[in-house]
């Protein structure tokens, strides 16, 4: 009688015993995906076993950062743990595998960011994925006393490089964000991947829990779960409800990335954010009103030509890359988020 065959639970197991072994050595390989295999996606509104903070403030970003906790082991936060020196701006909701993750921490390696992901298989591949890119390159020096904070980080662009930043802000400068110097489209030698992580959380339900208000600089979602029955339309990531989240965390001038290779759900996307011509002035879809709308404008195509992130997005992901290989269409549309209206 054949031997049975190891589970995947159990290779998993052994994979990490190995990069154990493999940290220890110097000599770490990546993760198999096929290790890892899962549904393609999840029920967001099952009772699923997470855990999350009770707020932003609560929330323990310091096993996630580890590079980026303050130096004073006094400076905690209310649930006791280490605070960071920075906040985590960007936030890829429904990560996937973290291509998106792992393309965007090169440019941006002064930028927390931090994938957002449902089923429990994936993140554990993020995470193992993170780990051995972590392991694969040497750590910045962990920050001193007298190490300078950094301003709110912008997206990359392409535009020329803006005139130095005082020391020391005003408050009204702090609230806008900033503009570095243009990054290299190409992974920086010096990126040690330490900007990044990912945590299991369902966004649909939690992301409050996460972000204060206008804390984020941009927010991804790419290749959601379309959702093709009516039925299933309220389990959409896109709706009126939960783009009030979206407003919510997201900083003025901060934008929001969405791309599908579905153009129905493209369009759905579009009509819940746009405000279109037939749209009346009180309720909207859903019975709410369209403040919500009011506070996003799309972004030009002129803009998405210049900007690297829609580049990254459309082909680093690796649903991206699935499209591109089976010769499908990719539908993008990005939004800007706008000052708050003022009070009549």
Not at 174 to 201: E, G, K, V
Request: charge should be neutral; proline fraction near 10%.
């Amino acid at each position: 009688m054949a031997s049975m065959q190891p589970s995947k639970r159990q290779k998993r197991r052994e994979y990490r015993e190995t990069q154990e072994q493999q940290i220890r050595s110097g000599e770490v390989q990546l993760p198999k995906k096929r290790l890892y295999r899962q549904r393609a996606h999840a029920n967001p509104f099952s009772d699923h076993r997470l855990s999350y903070p009770i707020s932003p403030a609560h929330m323990d970003w310091s096993t996630h950062y580890p590079a980026f906790v303050v130096p004073n082991p006094n400076n905690v936060n209310l649930s006791g743990t280490r605070r960071l020196t920075k906040d985590v701006e960007i936030a890829d909701i429904g990560c996937g595998f973290g291509g998106l993750l792992v393309a965007l921490a090169p440019l941006m390696p002064d930028t927390l960011m931090v994938g957002m992901e449902l089923r429990a298989q994936v993140l554990e591949y993020v995470t193992d994925r993170i780990r051995a890119l972590r392991a694969q390159r040497p750590a910045p020096p962990l920050p001193t006393e007298h190490t300078p904070s950094t301003p709110p980080a912008q997206l990359p662009s392409n535009s020329p490089p803006t005139a130095a930043v005082p020391a020391d802000p005003s408050p009204q400068s702090q609230s806008q964000p900033l503009s570095p110097d243009p990054p290299s489209l190409s992974p920086s030698s010096q990126a040690s991947y330490q900007n990044i992580s990912a945590i299991r959380t369902n966004t649909m339900k939690f992301l409050p829990n996460f972000f204060t208000r206008h804390q984020l600089s941009a927010i991804f979602i790419c290749f959601p779960d379309p959702h093709f029955k009516t039925r299933k339309h309220k389990a959409r990531i896109v709706s009126s409800s939960l783009n009030a989240e979206y407003a919510y965390v997201l900083r003025p001038g901060g934008k929001l990335y969405t791309i599908t290779d579905v153009e129905e759900l493209h369009r759905w996307m579009v009509s819940h954010f746009d405000v279109g011509d037939g749209d009346e002035e009180g309720a909207g879809e859903e019975g709410q009103i369209n403040t919500v709308k009011e506070l996003f404008e799309r972004v030009g195509d002129d803009e998405l030509e210049q900007d690297p992130c829609v580049r990254i997005m459309m082909e680093e992901t690796e649903e991206g890359k699935k499209v591109t290989r089976n010769n499908g269409k990719k539908y993008v549309a990005v939004w800007r988020r706008m000052e708050d209206p003022q009070w009549p």
